[in-house]
T-cell receptor, first 114, second 111 residues
């Protein structure tokens, strides 16, 4: 199993809603990532979890709240988002954060904030 | 300041010919480089990588070349196929740091 599974694939939410994005991998990877990708731009790193602990937060606004319940799951809780937060949210995982460890990406969740 | 640059936003190549995608970087501490391929509405898919101790890595139709003195790497696809049409991202990392991505090059392979 070399898959990173993200749900839902598409999400439309209002600015007052609370929703969560989910990511799951069963490759035994110990590093998991959230990226945000806008159209025609490269993926931008948001958060890194290493061994289920948050190791990097790239100055992401608090309306995005990550959670790593266990080594296979990564969530991104969304609250009071703005229309400019509409983007493709990608989850990725890798064996570790060291050299020679490529990241595997999920298919992404296309988020639209209305 | 962009640490990983892909200066060609798009590239068109005829089927059967060679596609060459280029990537430049500014951080001399980068020691691992990767290429990802991305179809519309999908996440990036890992394609091929190269460590800074090598200057070439080959996997089937895909070869990555690294020129450390020029801080330049390239991806060669031979022969190019219509299914190769996608956006290609170059990425780099230094030690344990997460990947830094270039802006991507859209490759169109014309039948």
């Amino acid at each position: 199993d070399t898959e990173v599974t993200q749900t839902p694939k598409h999400l439309v939410m209002g600015m007052t809603n609370k929703k969560s994005l989910k990511c799951e991998q069963h490759m035994g990877h110990r590093a998991m990532y959230w990226y945000k990708q806008k159209a025609k731009k490269p993926p931008e790193l948001m958060f890194v979890y290493s061994y289920e602990k948050l190791s990097i937060n790239e100055s992401v606004p608090s309306r995005f709240s990550p959670e790593c319940p266990n080594s296979s799951l990564l969530n991104l809780h969304l609250h009071a988002l703005q229309p400019e937060d509409s983007a493709l949210y990608l989850c990725a995982s890798s064996r570790g954060q060291g050299r020679d460890t490529e990241a595997f990406f999920g298919q992404g969740t296309r988020l639209t904030v209305v | 300041d962009q640490q990983v640059k892909q200066n060609s936003p798009s590239l068109s190549v005829q089927e059967g010919r060679i596609s060459i995608l280029n990537c430049d970087y500014t951080n001399s501490m980068f020691d691992y480089f990767l290429w990802y391929k991305k179809y519309p509405a999908e996440g990036p898919t890992f394609l091929i990588s190269i460590s800074s101790i090598k200057d070439k890595n080959e996997d089937g139709r895909f070869t990555v070349f690294l020129n450390k003195s020029a801080k330049h790497l390239s991806l060669h696809i031979v022969p190019s196929q219509p299914g190769d049409s996608a956006v290609y991202f170059c990425a780099a990392s230094e030690g344990n740091t997460p990947l830094v991505f270039g802006k991507g090059t859209r490759l169109s392979v014309i039948a």
